[in-house]
């Protein structure tokens, strides 16, 4: 616990000194610039949930500043607000980390009501160490075919050091129109994501946007159920039909469809921590929510095993918000993480599928020569207990799961193209595995670098003991119901004999 205390506490370190010389020229008082780094570094603890994801955050924005392109690329979000809450210190430690916020203001109804929010909004930006800039009236125009946007003031105020706050307001005809906030913010993300340099920057750099935030009242995407991660391109028709946010569901969809698919689309309340926010800034998947799992016998011929914990917290960061007659303290837990996606075909015969393309993916993946009898296996075993296999894009990500372990299904193969990794594929098809297959088990050898990915999200691990051949990993989860142990043993020894399916 000491160690994983010591690499937390380091990454943020390193994080929050990037803040430092910013928020000292901001407040002289040294006890104010030792507050704000402090409450960063808290927020920092409580956001990350691996060194790998803090540490690939840190290459990206060493990235911008080593690139050897034509132009930099600086990292960036585009941000939506709805409303006050928490928004100012959410954004100001954005902009502290190293990540440009570029922000979209929507409250308020009419023009007066947009022009005091955006102010309101400064104010709370600059009291929390950051630096803003409210935009008004100069931004959008209307034209025959929608609106469009002049990016070089947003450009320059970027290069500035300072955010961005931009209002939905638009000056023609002598006159000022309140324009509907749907169409500003995807003009605002086609426009931001075209750009080569971005206007204003004296052609310094343009803007990389990896996240596509929403701040308001929700808290996530609701439809029956809360959903923790939504892979728009195959999800969206089913839960728009029921989703209280539906609203919020259309404006993501169609900002992620025009920003680069390695953007991600986060929906959180304006009232949560800025831990929660940068948590969904930083990390690369979905928030898991641990619902009490009791503890799990070890398996007998194991040499060691455990369960993988979920997350937790290194340090609370409650706030309190004022109702009309009662003082109440709300701190949102959670958000929903959004992708562009990929389409979904489902099938349960190989003939199915095109062998070809998918032993190219397959080969791709692994960067292995895949064994000419691994199809024959594969229909051999639809014959009998049957197969699963899930196929994401243009046969680019797959899953293979195979019904020979009893109670268990088994993953056989999880593969993701090269090409694609970076646009949540991988989440996508855990997802769909996950739908698919309530309970699952599955083997890794044991210097296998993705084994950090499954440990997170297994429910248990054994490795194999001294003297049984290949050194495998063996990790299962086992969904809402109980697997016997017994089961899962028995898994393990099944797993054990299954071939190679590379040469």
């Keep these: ?235 969206y028709r089913e839960i728009a039909a029921e989703c209280p946010e539906k609203g919020v569901l259309e404006l993501m969809r169609a900002c992620l469809e025009v920003l680069p698919p390695t953007a991600a689309g986060i929906v959180a309340s304006v009232f949560a921590s800025p831990s929660l926010v940068l948590k969904g800034l930083i990390s690369e998947r979905p928030l898991r929510i641990q619902h009490g799992a009791g503890p799990v016998a070890k398996p007998q011929r194991a040499k060691s095993s455990s369960l993988v914990p979920s997350y937790k917290p290194l340090a609370t960061y409650p706030f309190v918000r004022m109702g009309k007659e009662v003082k109440s303290i709300e701190e949102p837990q959670q958000f929903t993480l959004l992708r562009h996606g990929f389409r979904i075909a489902r099938h349960k015969s190989l003939a199915m599928c095109s062998e070809p393309r998918l032993r190219a993916l397959l080969e791709s993946s692994f960067k292995r020569i895949l064994d000419g009898r691994y199809f024959d296996r594969l229909r051999a075993l639809e014959a009998q207990g049957g197969i699963d296999i899930i196929i994401a894009g243009d046969y680019q990500g797959a899953v293979i799961v195979t019904h020979e372990l009893g109670q268990l299904a088994y993953l056989d193969k999880f593969a993701v193209h090269p090409s694609v990794q970076g646009t949540g594929m991988a989440d996508i098809l855990w997802a769909q595995l996950r739908l698919a297959c309530p309970s699952c088990l599955w083997r890794s050898r044991n210097d296998n670098a993705v084994n950090k990915w499954y440990f997170d999200r297994s429910d248990g691990h054994s490795r194999a003991a001294e003297g049984e051949g290949t050194r495998w990993v063996f990790f299962w989860y086992q969904g809402a119901g109980h697997v016997p142990m017994d089961a899962v043993q028995d898994g393990i020894c099944a797993a054990q004999c299954i071939p190679p399916s590379f040469v």
């Design 1 to 235: 616990m000491f160690k994983l205390c010591r690499q937390h506490h380091s990454i943020a370190s390193v994080l929050a000194r990037r803040s430092y010389s910013a928020a000292h020229q901001l407040a002289p008082d040294r006890h104010t610039v030792h507050k704000r780094e402090r409450e960063l570094i808290l927020s920092v603890l409580n956001s990350v949930p691996s060194p790998r994801e803090a540490r690939n955050f840190l290459n990206n924005i060493e990235t911008q500043r080593q690139a050897i392109e034509p132009v930099p690329r600086k990292l960036a979000a585009l941000v939506f607000v709805d409303g006050q809450g928490n928004a100012g210190k959410q954004l100001a430690q954005m902009q502290r980390l190293g990540v440009s916020p570029v922000v979209l203001v929507s409250s308020g109804l009419g023009y007066r009501e947009k022009i005091h929010q955006v102010h309101q909004l400064s104010d709370a930006i600059e009291r929390e160490g950051g630096r803003a800039r409210p935009i008004n009236e100069s931004v959008f125009r209307t034209e025959p075919r929608g609106i469009s946007v002049d990016a070089e003031i947003i450009g320059a105020t970027v290069r500035q050091g300072q955010i961005p706050l931009v209002s939905p307001l638009v000056a023609d005809e002598l006159r000022i129109r309140v324009l509907d906030t749907h169409g500003a913010m995807v003009a605002m993300a086609r426009e931001l994501a075209m750009q080569e340099p971005l206007a204003g920057t004296n052609s310094e750099f343009s803007l990389l946007i990896a996240r596509l935030i929403h701040l308001s009242a929700a808290d996530g995407v609701r439809s029956s159920v809360f959903h923790r991660f939504v892979n728009l391109q195959e999800d």
